[in-house]
């Protein structure tokens, strides 16, 4: 990795063991060339001049050190450079540590005095960039030039954490309504339970005063309208009444009937879905089209959202409210159902191989489904290149429209569809047209 021509003989002097194995592997990392690899305690004088190092490495510990004393004038020699390494050190030395000091000992082997990683030997023959004033960058920076729908996007989908104001709860005012009686209860109605007669009118003045009449007057004698009819006794004949229907068979005739039970085919299994592209203002439109589809829509809803730091479960939570229908996330090896909402996380896939359930990985979504059956929504942010392939969709009999006019911050896929001649609108008005092609 290091290798040089400027590269010296090495003599390596450790006892056996991890230290002595993790220096020779450190010298060879560095384009070293050992020579003479010994114990000091075993070493012979004669065997280290027979060896011509130029760099001497040696492991200290102390049981070597009467070896030392007895090689010290040995090292002493003014050819030889001595390099010394604790054995504790070396031995237990690993990654970010070990790089570090492989690079060190590269330097003294080679002769130069680079110890950066590799790559950064154009940084350090630069001269430094100059200091300036101000603090330095915040993860808020990073998006300071985002348009500003990026922003609300990211709040609407945030939002599901904010905790909310749980100490006052608006008293719930009953609504009330007028009691409405019917004639019969009406004309029950005991003469002591009947409504109070407002009060009368104020006196005119030059009028002559009313006349009181006593309290128990004023009270209305009880009538019996019982034999009262509503029609001409005369004439009058009599309607027979209708026969009654025959009481439902009991569950053991039923059973004992040639009646069979079939399994019926989940709604949603048949290889056709409804699938939403959106990017940038793209939640809003999604919530507008789920709002806008009826409890007993049938088909599945896919919907593929890029989020910047993958929310997608606040994204599932902010959904929910948005619909009656069911909204979950997707996960690999669930098979869709009919009248449910899936959030695509990154990485999601579809297969049709035995219904339409879901995959890991990158995959064509659009293959996957049965065109005739199926749907495609380009809404606000969309990626423009789904419009060649959303297009073809469209020609193998697939419905497809976009998102345009007033509330869409990019239209830029979805107007392609328009000038295609494809339907295109409001999200009200695509989640209306949807319903009624997915109903026919």
Not at 61 to 90: I, K, S
Not at 366 to 378: I, K, N, Q, T, Y
């Amino acid at each position: 990795m290091y290798a040089n021509d400027t590269t010296k003989p090495v003599a390596l002097l450790a006892r056996a063991g991890a230290a002595r194995e993790r220096l020779r592997e450190a010298i060879a990392a560095a384009g070293g060339h050992v020579v003479l690899e010994e114990d000091p305690n075993q070493l012979d004088g004669a065997a280290l001049e027979a060896a011509a190092p130029q760099v001497v490495l040696v492991a200290l510990e102390p049981a070597v050190e009467d070896a030392l004393e007895r090689l010290g004038p040995l090292l002493e020699a003014p050819h030889l450079t001595l390099m010394f390494e604790e054995a504790e050190l070396a031995a237990r030395r690993e990654g970010w540590e070990a790089q570090r000091w492989i690079r060190h000992l590269a330097a003294k082997l080679q002769g130069h005095g680079n110890v950066l990683p590799p790559g950064q030997e154009d940084e350090a023959a630069e001269p430094a960039a100059a200091l300036e004033p101000g603090l330095p960058e915040r993860p808020a920076d990073r998006h300071v030039d985002a348009p500003l729908q990026f922003h609300l996007d990211e709040a609407f989908v945030e939002s599901v954490d904010v905790p909310a104001d749980a100490l006052y709860v608006p008293p719930v005012v009953p609504e009330e309504r007028p009691q409405v009686l019917s004639f019969e209860e009406l004309i029950a109605t005991p003469a002591a339970e009947s409504p109070v007669l407002p009060p009368p009118l104020p006196e005119r003045a030059g009028t002559e005063p009313a006349v009181q009449v006593p309290a128990a007057e004023t009270t209305a004698p009880v009538m019996d309208f019982s034999k009262w009819s509503l029609v001409e006794e005369e004439g009058y004949q009599e309607v027979a009444a209708a026969p009654e229907a025959p009481p439902p068979p009991a569950l053991a005739s039923l059973l004992n009937t040639s009646l069979s039970l079939v399994d019926i085919e989940e709604e949603g299994a048949d290889g056709g879905a409804v699938l939403l592209f959106a990017g940038i203002g793209g939640p809003d439109a999604v919530r507008r089209v789920l709002a806008g589809l009826p409890e007993d829509f049938a088909r599945p809803v896919l919907v593929q959202l890029r989020l910047d730091g993958g929310r997608y479960a606040n994204l599932v939570k902010q959904m929910s409210r948005a619909t009656s229908l069911p909204v979950s996330l997707a996960e690999p090896g669930v098979s869709l159902a009919g009248g449910n909402v899936y959030i695509l996380p990154d990485a999601t896939s579809l297969s049709s191989e035995g219904g339409l359930r879901f995959g890991d990985g990158q995959g064509d979504l659009l293959e996957a489904l049965d065109p005739v059956r199926s749907a495609v929504m380009l809404l606000s942010g969309a990626d423009v290149g789904l419009v060649e392939p959303v297009l073809a969709f469209a020609e193998r009999g697939g419905w497809v429209a976009g998102q345009i006019g007033e509330g869409c911050y990019d239209p830029a896929a979805a107007s392609q569809l328009a000038v295609a001649g494809k339907p295109a609108g409001d999200p009200e008005y695509l989640a209306a047209e949807l319903a009624t092609h997915c109903a026919g």
